[in-house]
T-cell receptor
């Protein structure tokens, strides 16, 4: 079946502009995660949606970052007033159910470059 | 505050030999550990995991060892193959949460 898809695959924007990144999880997966990988760094947790529960936003670096998940499926990560330090690969993952034992399946990522 | 550390940014081994990738963690609340593999321009893919109640888990050519007292885990690949060349990420997660805390990654190159 189809894996996790993300769009756009690449995004170049100017400092101060807003961007929206989209994630389509695997059908039927109830948990969805956003991570980012800055240059030379590991993957950094951003936010986690688990079914109908309130999302875990503990990893969002500032209030310029927000995410929503509509209808328990597609998710959008929004970065307002982008800064150069926001440049990174943004990765989305989904799992069948919440919990540590559930394998997270990652999408290919969106490469964001803020000029 | 890097809770999961992979101190070797790169490793090069000969085909057929053993590859050993290391990972250290600081948070004693972590109770589940995973290894992910990443090829360029692709998302990471799950490789193998281990619960804190175990000290070893094996899956084919891949074995993960956990030393809780030392807060250290390692991934052994034997025999190594050129197709194993990728970036390997160690990850850990505390109980009752799904979020993964990743290390910085180790780039493995397996030479034919």
């Amino acid at each position: 079946g189809a894996g996790v898809s993300q769009s756009p695959s690449n995004k170049v924007t100017e400092k101060g502009k807003d961007v929206e990144l989209r994630c389509d999880p695997i059908s039927g997966h109830t948990a969805l995660y956003w991570y980012r990988q800055s240059l030379g760094q590991g993957l950094e947790f951003l936010i986690y949606f688990q079914g109908n529960s309130a999302p875990d936003k503990s990893g969002l670096p500032s209030d310029r970052f927000s995410a929503e998940r509509t209808g328990g499926s597609v998710s959008t990560l929004t970065i307002q007033r982008t800064q150069q330090e926001d440049s990174a690969v943004y990765l989305c993952a989904s799992s069948l159910a919440p919990g540590v034992r559930e394998t997270q399946y990652f999408g290919p990522g969106t490469r964001l470059l803020v000029l | 505050d890097q809770q999961v550390k992979q101190n070797s940014p790169s490793l090069s081994v000969q085909e057929g030999r053993i590859s050993i990738l290391n990972c250290d963690y600081t948070n004693s609340m972590f109770d589940y550990f995973l290894w992910y593999k990443k090829y360029p321009a692709e998302g990471p893919t799950f490789l193998i995991s281990i619960s804190s109640i175990k000290d070893k888990n094996e899956d084919g050519r891949f074995t993960v060892f956990l030393n809780k007292s030392a807060k250290h885990l390692s991934l052994h690949i034997v025999p190594s193959q050129p197709g194993d060349s990728a970036v390997y990420f160690c990850a850990a997660t505390p109980a009752n949460t799904g979020k993964l805390i990743f290390g910085q990654g180790t780039t493995l190159q397996v030479k034919p």
